[in-house]
């Protein structure tokens, strides 16, 4: 064997060593970057696969969200705020017992109004909830599954029982937004998603 022809062996196992072991450090930053999403949003992080069919794109969109919200200037409600809000949270729910269907428009019209308070950005249902789920991404399930029993009621596919638990999602999401801390609630198993 040629000296040329040993040196070109040798650089090709060192091409390969070092194709390795970027391999090898791309992967493990792949997997801290999957880990860090998944423990961040949790039961959004499996919601969006579930949605878009595909990790790599759901931990795409849930970065999309993090920079998006990075500019956010999110605040605290005051506690003049919050006790203005929870007063109109009192008459909303109060309103169920009489006009079950006109008080879900006007629970999800009062979390925006929150929201705005605090300083998100409100528009769409999908730009709400996707803002939401960087800082409340466990909460924010039941934001999606009152939306879910939003949009069946508007088609007649709902019950007053299914308009109440869209009120009690409401309520969890609108407690969360209100308080100054932010337990995140508990979310049953067989809550809907939207999509559902």
Do not use: C
Not at 95 to 113: I, M, Q
Not at 155 to 169: K, N, S, V, Y
């Amino acid at each position: 064997m040629s000296s040329n022809s040993i040196l070109l062996i040798v650089l090709a196992a060192i091409v390969v060593i070092v194709l390795v072991i970027a391999l090898v450090k791309y992967r493990q930053q792949q997997a801290k970057r999957h880990r860090r999403l998944r423990e961040r949003f949790g039961p959004e992080y499996g919601r969006l696969v579930t949605v878009t069919g595909s990790a790599s794109k759901a931990e795409r969109e849930l970065e999309a969200r993090e920079k998006r919200a990075a500019r956010y200037n999110i605040r605290a409600l005051s506690r003049d705020e919050q006790a203005r809000f929870t007063a109109r949270w009192q008459q909303v729910q109060a309103e169920f017992v009489d006009n079950p269907k006109a008080s879900l428009g006007h629970a999800d019209d009062l979390l925006g109004e929150v929201m705005t308070g605090r300083g998100y950005p409100v528009q769409d249902f999908e730009q709400r909830s996707s803002d939401l789920s960087v800082d409340h991404p466990v909460i924010v399930q039941h934001y999606h599954a009152a939306h879910g029993i939003a949009l069946r009621h508007k088609t007649g596919a709902t019950t007053t029982e299914d308009l109440r638990q869209a009120m009690i999602h409401y309520r969890a999401l609108f407690e969360e937004l209100v308080s100054d801390t932010s337990p995140s609630a508990p979310i049953p198993a067989n809550v809907p998603h939207a999509a559902e």
